[in-house]
């Protein structure tokens, strides 16, 4: 049990070393991006063929499982597709969507239209997850895209108001499509609740399950794999019933008060050294708008495992690919000779103590 929990925390920083050393240049982390976007975009066929019924045993996820979201008046059946699980192929779908916005964020970029057709066809797949927790990612990523670039003073409002309407184009053709479909039309409305219960559908995750969790667990915490997806396949375990959905009771379950402290003492030296990263003095532009959106695509995936972290616990590989590309903005600011671009720092752009 302790050797599961164990794997799901460590394995994510191999995925920092990963991406520390193979991002030696801008042109290198967009390709990376660019192969898991054929690849996952080929694989999420699985999903609409899943939605209209066609019955093949690689189809719906582990075998013997039936996701479904019981709502007011409606029911949503959540689509796996080829992938293990509704929030699996959910994040990858998420994945797809958000790494499009970066290509399509890149400065001078061809083929705009292409990532643009893509992130339409992931975000609609998205949708069909079912799984609102995936489906807010994108809306993380813009959100963290346009303040840190504000507070940066890396992009100006005009430009992020060009990017956030081409953006709106895949997100509203997903909901456009499923919205004028009575068979899918449940989709669209559950999606809508994002937007009216996110709120305080966190605040009960988090905040509620946090002091349920110390109050069964005590301030030491029930040590590593307690609340890791996957105990309870382990033979005849001990320990407390529970499940802790989001990540900070999961943390607080397995490490204990004492260990939370520890994991905040680690994210303020990580903040310090993400804040050093995107002042990149020797970045060109296109270097510094990608350190921008690598960060935005680590705040977005922290969001997703804040409320719920199953879909990394139970897959360490999704830690690893989130945690990769961490690594890449820190390797893009200690590689400068690297970088790809001809065009200099923009004036607005120096380092403060260039001045």
Request: charged share 15%; aromatic share 12%; glycine share 12%.
């Amino acid at each position: 049990m302790a050797i599961i929990g164990g794997v799901s925390f460590i394995a994510p920083l191999f995925g920092i070393a990963i991406g520390y050393v193979l991002a030696r240049s801008a042109k290198d982390v967009y390709a990376m991006m660019a192969f898991y976007i054929v690849a996952n975009g080929i694989f999420l066929v699985g999903v609409p063929l899943e939605h209209l019924g066609y019955d093949s045993p690689v189809l719906g996820g582990m075998k013997g499982m039936q996701w479904i979201r019981y709502r007011p008046g409606y029911i949503v059946n959540l689509i796996a597709g080829f992938y293990r699980s509704p929030d699996i192929m959910g994040l990858h779908a998420a994945s797809v969507v958000m790494f499009c916005f970066c290509h399509q964020m890149r400065p001078d970029t061809k083929s705009k239209p292409w990532w643009l057709a893509v992130a339409s066809w992931a975000f609609f797949c998205l949708l069909l997850a079912g799984r609102r927790k995936m489906i807010g990612m994108p809306f993380v990523f813009l959100a963290a895209w346009f303040l840190l670039g504000k507070a940066t003073k890396l992009v100006p409002l005009n430009r992020f108001v060009g990017f956030l309407a081409v953006c709106a184009i895949p997100l509203g053709i997903g909901m456009m499509i499923l919205g004028r479909s009575d068979g899918s039309r449940e989709y669209s409305n559950y999606a809508s609740t994002l937007v009216t219960e996110s709120v305080d559908r966190t605040g009960e995750l988090v905040t509620v399950s946090v002091f349920s969790t110390i109050q069964q667990t005590g301030i030491f915490g029930a040590g590593l794999g307690a609340a890791t997806q996957g105990r309870y396949h382990m033979g005849r375990i001990g320990g407390p019933k529970a499940w802790q959905e989001d990540g900070v009771s999961r943390i607080f379950m397995e490490l204990g008060l004492f260990g939370v402290v520890c994991v905040l003492i680690a994210g303020r030296h990580f903040y310090g050294a993400v804040k050093r990263a995107l002042r990149n003095p020797n970045g060109n532009y296109e270097t510094r708008v990608l350190q921008l959106s690598l960060i935005s695509l680590v705040i977005a995936y922290a969001a997703s495992f804040t409320v719920s972290h199953q879909q990394f616990s139970g897959d360490p590989g999704s830690g690893v690919i989130a945690m990769i590309f961490l690594g890449a903005l820190f390797g893009l600011y200690v590689h400068p000779q690297h970088h790809v671009g001809k065009a200099p720092i923009k004036p607005e752009l120096s380092d403060s103590r260039s001045r």
